[in-house]
């Protein structure tokens, strides 16, 4: 009979916890030399030397997989505290350069190679066919099908040059849906053919490009079954039909459309058993105030002991449970033999160029700024849990010193008082959402309207307008903050 100890190795293999702090505590110190599949950092984790951290968790598991969403533009983990500086996938895909796409690939890979990190968990491989998209929007390169397929083949050969293990998301397709699966469970209602013609063709040119994993989407869809893709083996059978033997990667099992449907426990049995190879458990921080102070110990536990019981009473067979380790184990046997990282950027890499190109204009014209201090009208709403940050950098790079005051875009009275200190100081105003359903473009009318002059900056999916000048930044970074303010400055000649 197979042991405790044994069926614990055994579960430990497929698992990708996250954890609290910046050092390795004695929890995950313990299940890496039990054989843990590695770790997800997150940016509670990386306030101190990342390198040294990187090192520690090789140290406690020489084959462990570091993983770390880090996409460039709106979604970094290494730059949260100042924003991306690197272009993001919509900035990418209005250039429709290819090569810098790979090159941009290329620089994510070398950052990561650097600190000794193993799972760039990118590029985003969804086509952003719904505008109202909460959680995708700039994070994919747009919503053309042919588009989508060429910038994430490249950015997979760029990430992967490196060494670095590239995973495409959000297989089947994450791009036509209105809810965010951090917090719900989102519902597909486009037809098997539709998904085949216009979100499958990314995911395709990802294998033939030679990717190491693909991550799943927490999305269902009514001709599936009530299973969502990540829990459905029909779903997740037909990456193996088109000969995908790479990794597939599970998103976040503590998101709520796992965890408060099957939970993490059995998300993680039904996942394994869909056909899942590693399962990423998820950021503990994202409880909030309810979260524990061992909460990343609690949701790795969840996970790990409903496989050990699952194991044990048969329901999971063990040899499920192996295939799924010998494939996560390869992956990591690759990405540990690469060579060391470069120190240094490609000699003809240029971010800021690209960031600037990616700019765009539209809804009239305007007159320059002055090079000076600028009043920021933030009519953003909540950041998702996939931002990861307020994203309040942006702001600040657009203000250059000056005033920045938070509208709650809803609020016809904040509205109003915004549109009565615009009008004493030409304003910045700045939104993510501009589509026909988003508040913020009717709050940006108004405040327009009254205080001539002032000028839209929108970080979100370039969709309609509130009939004045509006300047598309495509990512809400650093790196597009600083593009737009430029633009401000120069003026839309």
């Not at 430990?12 to 505590?25: E, K, R």
């Not at 620089?107 to 990118?122: F, S």
């Not at 690209?354 to 090079?371: H, K, N, S, T």
């Not at 000056?402 to 200190?421: L, N, P, T, W």
């Amino acid at each position: 009979m197979t042991s405790d100890a044994d069926l614990i190795r055994l579960a430990n293999s497929v698992l990708w916890p996250g954890f609290l702090g910046d050092t390795v505590p004695a929890w995950l110190h313990d299940a890496l030399a039990d054989g843990l599949a590695g770790v997800v950092l997150f940016a509670q984790n990386l306030t101190g030397d990342t390198a040294a951290l990187a090192r520690d968790i090789h140290a406690a598991g020489p084959l462990a997989l570091i993983g770390i969403d880090e996409e460039g533009g709106s979604v970094t983990r290494l730059e949260t505290a100042g924003g991306s500086t690197l272009p993001g996938a919509l900035q990418l895909g209005i250039l429709d350069d290819e090569r810098a796409t790979e090159a941009t690939g290329a620089e994510i890979g070398r950052r990561c190679a650097l600190l000794d990190l193993d799972v760039v968990i990118g590029p985003v491989a969804d086509v952003n066919t719904d505008p109202r998209n909460p959680v995708i929007g700039v994070r994919a390169f747009g919503s053309d099908t042919d588009l989508v397929s060429r910038h994430t083949a490249a950015e997979v050969r760029g990430i992967q040059s490196t060494g670095v293990a590239a995973c495409v998301k959000h297989y089947p397709g994450h791009g036509d849906t209105h809810v965010d699966s951090h917090h719900g469970l989102p519902q597909l209602t486009i037809d098997d053919a539709e998904i085949d013609a216009v979100h499958l063709p990314p995911f395709t040119a990802a294998i033939d490009a030679g990717v190491l994993s693909v991550m799943t989407a927490h999305i269902s869809a009514p001709q599936w079954g009530p299973q969502p893709a990540t829990l459905n083996s029909g779903v997740l059978g037909r990456l193996r039909e088109e000969g995908f033997d790479g990794v597939i990667i599970t998103d976040a099992l503590d998101m709520a459309a796992i965890r408060e449907t099957v939970g993490i426990g059995g998300g993680a049995v039904q996942a394994l058993a869909a056909g899942a190879d590693l399962l990423c458990i998820g950021n503990p921080t994202n409880p909030g105030e309810a979260m524990h102070a061992d909460q990343d110990q609690l949701d790795y536990r969840a996970a790990r002991d409903a496989i050990v019981a699952a194991l044990r009473d048969g329901t999971l067979p063990p040899e499920r449970v192996r295939e799924a380790a010998g494939r996560v184990r390869a992956m990591a046997e690759t990405v540990r033999a690469r060579p060391a990282a470069s120190a240094a950027p490609a000699a003809d890499y240029d971010a800021a160029a690209l960031a600037e190109r990616a700019i765009r204009v539209r809804g009239g014209a305007f007159a320059p700024f002055p090079d000076a201090p600028a009043l920021v009208l933030d009519l953003r709403g909540r950041s998702s849990f996939a931002v990861d940050s307020g994203a309040s950098h942006v702001a600040r790079a657009l203000a250059a010193g000056g005033a920045i005051v938070a509208v709650d875009a809803a609020d016809r009275d904040a509205v109003a008082d915004a549109a009565a200190r615009a009008l004493a100081d030409r304003a910045v105003l700045l939104v993510d959402r501009l589509d026909d359903a988003a508040t913020q473009r009717d709050a940006a009318a108004v405040i327009a309207g009254a205080a001539l002059g002032s000028v839209v900056v929108n970080v979100g999916v370039p969709v309609g307008e509130p009939g004045v000048a509006v300047v598309d930044a495509g990512a809400a970074s650093l790196l597009a903050a600083e593009a737009a303010r430029a633009r401000l400055l120069a003026g839309s000649a």
